[in-house]
């Protein structure tokens, strides 16, 4: 009896709204479970699956042009996988992930970065540096098949589609929702250039630029609370959030089309240092206030807009927990200036955990930073209008606010600023990449008039518009509900990661390797992309969101593909393993 | 040994700095020399070039880098008649 008490206590206590698990124990917990991943799991996998040899010359030796094959020191290698892989994913996933509670979240944030994360963006580094630093998507066309690398090179416009339509909705509700956010934003821009010019044209040194140019970003921050700036209630019949889109787009065109040197070098650069800065403000914060965590372990009170758990939490967090879009930076850049071979354990894999870390202080923010549970109930309410990084930055704003002594206006538009120059960044560099490809279609098709810059840059502009802009429910503010595009976004992350742990797994066995640990990752994350696709075509059909409905058939019909190609591309490669068994 | 420190932690930030876009900047600059030999050498391959008087006299320092050029562009053997580099 005295048991039956105690665990209705526990349910009542944990499950059902009061709580009372303190913060830390989540974020030790967490960062603990994680680094151990690193220090044993990787460990493992470096030894007796990749197999990693001090000796092997990388391409970054037996190619040195000094251009792009470079080898690099691993801490500095680290530094830049990490801020290029890290961004807002990480934050909305997380804080749109917690509606079904914190728990959940967690597990797979944790089980996600220490089992599929580590082991792709690892994997994916390790098999390019083994194959001349070749991309990912190559690869797939030597291992898979030609099929599957067309496959993968539609995956990824849809993806860069997607990852820009859904950052530009997110930056323009952060503006709405946070108007002292908007100066220090695009001051931010401005402190780029002129970081940009004094490093490249006038030559000065790193330290003063960095030191002063990080100052004067967080001192805007104080003139951003005394200067709001909200754009207008309508201009030619658009709403602010639609504006905002607008200029977005203008402005990642314009940034794109820009001298590297410019804009893009030195604003990934104070992206970087805001990073280290952000999360070590966060994690201090939450180690200095102890915050209670408020919201359920499991939400059984989810709002019937919300999707079913399963498996939408496996698309809803990609970063985080496994992300396809990594091992394009790992096949893409990292593998040219690896150094030896054993820094990809550290560079990739340990890529993965900072990325989960901060995944976690998402969760502590949205799960922990609210007053009450009532409150927290209250913000997570409806599903379709949800405003993940207004959610975070809510959180996050009372614990640092209260473990720092911060203002709350400030630590709030600190961290919306911080939210928002992740995203911004990753959208300058995903319309420049997009531009790249409907260039390259240009030379291969034959088709001119694509090779423009400015042409190429129009249409993949328009492109992204028409999606964030499609992604609005009829009767709806044209701009708004742009979020729906969220798991379909997650969705395509994920079927990119499991075309990169199908290749790993190809190659493995083509070793005579064991493959489990690529290919049940593969096929779990492939399932469940599947799965989600086909629950957001109703979902779409129902809402009247056309644009997505197509994009969504396009991907299922992409997974489809790849399953067929990986059943076969495994099984040619275990026949081709035995044949010599056979024949003695 | 006491300043080394401080340096090495410059040059890793130097390194975090420069690493991500080197290969962009080269490849920017180098399409930028590749305009450059176009107008030093376009009177040879008869384009008509108005600064032909300025550019002549760079021709021989830069015929070094010509083969690697006419290769870049596509050329598979060299365009100019009196000089055959490959």
Known sequence: MRQQAF???????????EHTMNAVVLAITGLVAIFAGYRFYSKFIAEQIYQLDPDFETPSHSMRDDIDYVPTNKFVLWGHHFTAVAGAAPIIGPGIAVIWGWLPAFIWVIVGTIFFAGVHDF???????????????????????????????????????????VFAVSIAAAHVETPSSVIPVWSAVFVAMVIGVLLYKVRVGIMWPTIIGTVIL????????????????????????????LLLFFYAAVASMLPVWLLL????????????????????????????????????????????????????????????????VSSGTTSKQLDKEPDARQVGYLGSVGEG?????????????????????????????????????????????????????FAATLLT????????????????????IIQEWGTIYDIPILNNSYVATGLAVSACLLLAFGATPPGAPLGT???????????????????????????????????????????????????????????????????LLAIDIAIIICAIFVMLEASSALMRERRAAQTPAIGK | MSTSRP??????????????????????????????????????????????????????????????WHTRMGLEHSPLDHFRCC
């Not at chain 2, 340096?7 to 080197?22: G, I």
């Open chain 1, 7 to 17: 665990r209705g206590i526990l349910r009542l206590e944990i499950f059902e709204g």
């Open chain 1, 357 to 409: 870390a901060l995944a976690l202080i998402a969760i502590i923010a949205v799960s922990a930073g609210f007053a009450s549970f009532g409150e927290w109930e209250a913000a997570y309410s409806d599903y379709d209008n949800f405003n993940a990084i207004a959610a975070f930055v809510q959180g996050g704003a009372t614990i640092a606010s209260n473990g720092l002594g911060l203002s709350f206006t």
């Open chain 1, 265 to 328: 070098q030195p604003r990934d650069y104070i992206n970087g240092i805001q990073l280290f800065v952000g999360l070590g403000l966060l994690y201090g914060a939450v180690l200095i206030s102890s915050p209670t965590i408020v919201a359920p372990a499991i939400n059984s009170n989810v709002p019937a807009s919300a999707p079913p758990i399963f498996p939408l939490l496996f698309v809803t967090i990609a970063c985080g927990a496994i992300s396809g879009f990594h091992g394009l």
């Open chain 2, 7 to 68: 340096n090495t932690f410059r040059a890793l930030l130097k390194e975090f700095y420069e690493a991500p876009y080197r290969g962009a900047i080269a490849r920017a600059k180098r399409d930028e020399d590749d305009l450059f030999m176009l107008f030093v050498y376009a009177e040879l391959l008869g384009i008509p070039n108005p600064a032909t008087y300025y550019t002549l006299e760079l021709q021989p320092i830069l015929l070094e880098r010509f083969h690697e």
């Open chain 1, 218 to 245: 967080y001192a805007v921050i104080g003139l951003g609370e005394v200067f709001p700036i909200e754009l207008p209630a309508m201009i030619f019949g658009l709403p602010p959030q639609a504006q905002w889109i």
């Open chain 1, 481 to 547: 509900g742009g979020m729906a595009i969220w798991p379909l976004f997650g969705t395509t992350n994920q079927l990119l990661a499991g075309l990169t742990l199908l290749v790993i797994s190809t190659i493995l066995v083509k070793l005579g390797r064991p493959s489990r640990y690529t290919l049940t990752p593969m096929i779990f994350v492939t399932t469940m992309a599947l799965a989600s696709a086909l629950i957001g075509l109703r979902n779409y059909f129902n809402n009247g969101q056309y644009v």
């Open chain 1, 417 to 436: 600023v911080m939210a928002i120059l992740f995203a911004g960044t990753t959208m300058d560099a995903g319309v420049r990449l997009q531009r790249y």
């Open chain 1, 123 to 165: 994997g994916a580094i390790w098999a390019s540096v083994r194959n001349k630093a070749q991309s990912v998507g190559y690869l797939t066309g030597e291992v898979v098949s030609h099929r599957a690398r067309t496959l993968f090179m539609i995956v990824v416009f849809f993806l860069l589609l997607m990852v820009n339509a």
